[in-house]
């Protein structure tokens, strides 16, 4: 999972920074081309260390938690749509991303992170929270891609939260159906201890309240039976928590059934939102509170004054652009992944600005 965090965790960073992405797969024999590409990105890396005056020693110690990767069969296994690899003498960072990203190399004084805006801008990344008492499961998504979130933290299920309770009270839960929830045990049949669910959906609160620490407030889909969200929004400081769900037990659901549902349920948010701003844009065009000026985006985001920045799709080619993302970051702005329907005279970039 992609925070703000994490992309200011790349900001400032001492050189030679190195970037790389390239598209990976989960299933079947594309997963055997992750290695292949990754061979070859790093060559290129090597070559380029190799033209500005690193000696070989030093090139394999730097490169050596890359080329580790390689050989790891089981890292390939768990992929998304995508990967992002960061190298600098002090910074090893890998993250599985869920959305195509296509292969790029780059070697310079600082990372590039435009192609990971979609995860962090205000257009279309949500979260997918699939909630039961068998299992707990979290899904990043944009409107395109799915991937499941490595849970840390979190209770996995019912019993595994409630595991430190008195033996005695150790039951067998199941979710039987849209609500229906029974217990095996003692007095099987009965409904379960309203007052232990309500603990054990505490507790998953809580964990993913400190998981999505950093990620603003993207929106929150629950997959549960209906019942259990007002629960965990009283229980979860989450400010993204949408107030309708994908309602029954997520449990044997195909995860394409989850995101499709989660999907209608926030487009609208997205799709408002964008409005909005676009015309905020245009209404505010010519009075010196925009810009589509790449340089003057730059300085103006340094300064703090960077309200909104609309980074364009394909926006990965200068340097530049990083540095005014991260600058918008760095100032609490916001970043939106589209300049459709802007009328940008100039650049990848489009600016509403504070004053």
Same mark, same amino acid.
């Given at each position: 999972m992609v925070t703000t965090d994490d992309l200011l965790s790349l900001?400032?960073?001492?050189?030679?920074?190195?970037?790389l992405y390239l598209p990976t797969h989960r299933y079947g024999p594309d997963v055997r081309q992750g290695p292949v590409v990754?061979?070859?990105?790093?060559?290129?890396?090597?070559?380029?260390?190799? +033209?500005? +005056?690193?000696?070989?020693p030093d090139i394999d110690d730097f490169l050596e938690p890359l080329n580790g990767l390689v050989s790891q069969d089981e890292f390939w296994q768990y992929q998304g749509a995508g990967l992002a690899l960061f190298r600098a003498?002090?910074?090893?960072?890998?993250?599985?991303?869920?959305?195509?990203?296509?292969?790029?190399?780059?070697? +310079?004084?600082?990372?590039?992170?435009?192609?990971?805006?979609?995860?962090v801008s205000g257009d279309g990344a949500f979260f997918i929270l699939a909630l039961s008492q068998n299992e707990v499961r979290l899904f990043e998504a944009t409107r395109q891609r799915i991937g499941e979130v490595e849970l840390t933290g979190v209770p996995r299920s019912m019993d595994e939260a409630l595991a430190h309770e008195d033996p005695e009270r150790q039951l067998q839960f199941r979710s039987a159906g849209q609500g229906a929830v029974q217990f095996h045990g003692h007095g099987a049949g009965d409904e379960v201890d309203k007052a232990r669910l309500e603990r054990y959906i505490r507790a998953v609160a809580t964990g993913i309240d400190e998981r999505l620490r950093g990620s603003g407030d993207r929106p929150l889909v629950l997959a549960s039976v209906a019942y259990y969200l007002p629960i965990f929004k009283a229980a979860s400081s989450y400010r993204g928590i949408v107030d309708d769900l994908v309602e029954g037990s997520?449990?044997?659901?195909?995860?394409?059934?989850?995101?499709?549902?989660?999907?209608?349920?926030?487009?609208?948010?997205?799709?408002?939102?964008?409005?909005?701003?676009?015309?905020?844009?245009?209404?505010?065009?010519?009075?010196?509170?925009?810009?589509a000026d790449l340089d003057e985006i730059v300085d103006r985001a340094t300064?703090?004054?960077?309200?909104?920045?609309?980074?364009?799709?394909?926006?990965?080619?200068?340097?530049?652009?990083?540095?005014a993302i991260l600058a918008t970051l760095r100032t609490n702005g916001r970043l939106w992944n589209t300049t459709e329907s802007l009328d940008r005279t100039a650049g990848p970039l489009a600016a509403l600005l504070r004053y």
């Open positions: 900001d400032g960073v001492a050189g030679p920074c190195v970037s990754l061979r070859n990105q790093l060559a290129e890396v090597r070559r380029g260390l190799e +033209g500005s +005056g690193w000696r070989r003498p002090d910074l090893d960072a890998t993250h599985r991303l869920p959305l195509d990203v296509d292969e790029h190399v780059d070697i +310079g004084d600082s990372f590039r992170v435009a192609p990971l805006v979609p995860l997520p449990d044997g659901r195909p995860v394409e059934d989850l995101h499709r549902d989660a999907w209608q349920l926030v487009e609208s948010t997205f799709t408002g939102e964008r409005d909005r701003l676009v015309a905020r844009y245009r209404v505010a065009a010519g009075t010196g509170l925009t810009s300064e703090g004054r960077v309200e909104t920045l609309f980074v364009a799709p394909d926006a990965h080619d200068d340097r530049r652009v990083d540095q």
